[in-house]
């Protein structure tokens, strides 16, 4: 699986730094993951829907932290490119 393409939406609200764009092989869109900036660095959430309850749920996820991790970069580098560096870095979930 290869991510083709990176659109970065940049979006200063507080935390929410942005929504992303991706697609895979050309051929499978996900829309409206969220940069968000944290005490660890900037990450993204995946998208997600509010449940009855309140809760929310992921509507696509990774199965694998090594998936996770080429999607996160990918965005970050695109989010990067778009606004410029903020020195905040990237949250290292290798010790997850």
């Known amino acids: ?3 083709t393409e990176v659109k970065v939406f940049p979006a200063n609200e507080g935390k929410l730094k942005g929504y992303a764009t991706i697609i895979f092989d050309a051929c499978f869109i996900v829309r409206d993951m969220k940069i968000i ?3 660890k660095g900037l990450f993204v959430s995946m998208p997600s829907r509010r449940k009855k309850d309140g809760s929310f749920k992921d509507i696509v996820h990774p199965l694998n932290s090594e998936t996770r991790k080429l999607i ?3 965005v ?3 989010y990067n ?3 410029g560096p903020d ?3 990237v949250v290292d979930h290798s010790e997850e």
């Open 76 to 78: 970050i580098e695109e």
């Open 1 to 3: 699986m290869e991510i």
């Open 37 to 39: 900036k944290s005490d």
């Open 72 to 74: 996160e970069d990918r």
């Open 87 to 89: 020195g905040v870095g």
């Open 81 to 83: 490119k778009t606004v």
